[in-house]
């Protein structure tokens, strides 16, 4: 395990200081604000710490409100909303400086059988064995001398490989912009079979390339043109236990954006194929 990936789990090691009452912190890492995965995974921990480990979370809905500091440490409080014979429903905000950064309220169900139907199919894509990590991918765009350089070669939590073409490579190349994203990506060690760790992770996940989909349609990349964005909202399905320490392809795309908005939606296969989560985010995409 490598020590991006220790330094994330221990990040999603909250603190508890009250009853529903519970302490994050950022990494030590120069950065402008919290990346919204983190909080999204963060206030997920809190609520299951609230709620019977034989139910499951099947459902969150977050909106990020202030950009996150990562200077000081987050509490999240979690609010009890409804326990109910089946469901359980917990309301988290985040909140820094006194104020709330982050809103989700999380939904968790027993486990039960039902009807079955998966009308989502995986696209037929490559093997992620046969693909290039995504730094030395991107260090082969920007260059051996460039400055992202260091950037890349920092240890990452996330396997990911990209089988569709990187922003920057579509920013270079107008053949190459499309509305669609395909992306392997799996955590490099075996993990406890702990459900919940399983999910928080793929929400960690979920926020690194979904905004990307929106910038590819128009050859815009972060750092290489002069657009600014930020995650507004976010929403996930879970649809069955999955492991993120086993390959998962994430299939995004982007039916829309206008208005200083973009939106995305991403479905989660496991490498057999089979459905697991379902995402849909909003952010707010600008350019000068």
Do not use: C
């Given at each position: 395990?490598?020590?991006?990936?220790?330094?994330?789990?221990?990040?999603?090691?909250?603190?508890?200081?009250?009853?529903?009452?519970?302490?994050?912190?950022?990494?030590?890492?120069?950065?402008?604000?919290?990346?919204?995965?983190?909080?999204?995974?963060?206030?997920?921990?809190?609520?299951?710490?609230?709620?019977?480990?034989?139910?499951?979370?099947?459902?969150?809905?977050?909106?990020?409100?202030?950009?996150?500091?990562?200077?000081?440490?987050?509490?999240?409080?979690?609010?009890?909303?409804?326990?109910?014979?089946?469901?359980?429903?917990?309301?988290?905000?985040?909140?820094?400086?006194?104020?709330?950064?982050?809103?989700?309220?999380?939904?968790?169900?027993?486990?039960?059988?039902?009807?079955?139907?998966?009308?989502?199919?995986?696209?037929?894509?490559?093997?992620?064995?046969?693909?290039?990590?995504?730094?030395?991918?991107?260090?082969?765009?920007v260059g051996e001398d460039s400055?992202?350089?260091?950037?890349?070669?920092?240890?990452?939590?996330?396997?990911?490989?990209?089988?569709?073409?990187?922003?920057?490579?579509?920013?270079?190349?107008?053949?190459?912009?499309?509305?669609?994203?395909?992306?392997?990506?799996?955590?490099?060690?075996?993990?406890?079979?702990?459900?919940?760790?399983?999910?928080?992770?793929?929400?960690?996940?979920?926020?690194?390339?979904?905004?990307?989909?929106?910038?590819?349609?128009?050859?815009?990349?972060?750092?290489?043109?002069?657009?600014?964005?930020?995650?507004?909202?976010?929403?996930?399905?879970?649809?069955?236990?999955?492991?993120?320490?086993?390959?998962?392809?994430?299939?995004?795309?982007?039916?829309?954006?206008?208005?200083?908005?973009?939106?995305?939606?991403?479905?989660?296969?496991?490498?057999s194929g089979e459905l697991a989560v379902s995402?849909?985010?909003?952010?707010?995409?600008?350019?000068?």
């Open positions: 395990m490598n020590e991006a990936l220790k330094e994330l789990l221990d990040l999603l090691d909250l603190e508890q200081i009250e009853l529903d009452i519970f302490r994050g912190r950022s990494p030590e890492e120069r950065i402008q604000r919290v990346f919204g995965g983190q909080v999204a995974a963060q206030a997920l921990v809190a609520a299951g710490r609230t709620v019977p480990p034989e139910r499951y979370v099947h459902s969150l809905h977050a909106y990020f409100i202030r950009p996150g500091d990562p200077a000081i440490p987050i509490v999240y409080n979690v609010e009890r909303i409804r326990d109910g014979r089946s469901f359980t429903t917990r309301r988290i905000s985040a909140i820094q400086h006194g104020k709330v950064i982050f809103t989700m309220s999380a939904s968790f169900h027993i486990m039960e059988t039902g009807v079955e139907h998966q009308a989502a199919v995986m696209p037929d894509v490559i093997a992620p064995e046969s693909l290039p990590l995504f730094q030395d991918r991107m260090l082969e765009v400055p992202w350089r260091e950037w890349l070669a920092r240890p990452r939590p996330v396997d990911a490989r990209y089988v569709t073409p990187l922003t920057w490579e579509a920013h270079r190349d107008p053949e190459l912009r499309g509305s669609e994203t395909n992306v392997w990506f799996r955590y490099d060690a075996e993990l406890p079979d702990d459900p919940l760790l399983h999910v928080v992770l793929a929400a960690y996940a979920s926020d690194f390339t979904l905004v990307d989909t929106v910038l590819l349609t128009h050859g815009l990349a972060w750092g290489a043109s002069n657009v600014a964005g930020a995650s507004l909202d976010h929403a996930m399905w879970f649809h069955r236990p999955f492991r993120v320490d086993d390959w998962m392809l994430y299939a995004q795309e982007s039916p829309w954006s206008g208005a200083a908005r973009g939106l995305a939606r991403g479905e989660m296969f496991t490498r995402v849909v985010q909003e952010a707010m995409i600008r350019v000068s």
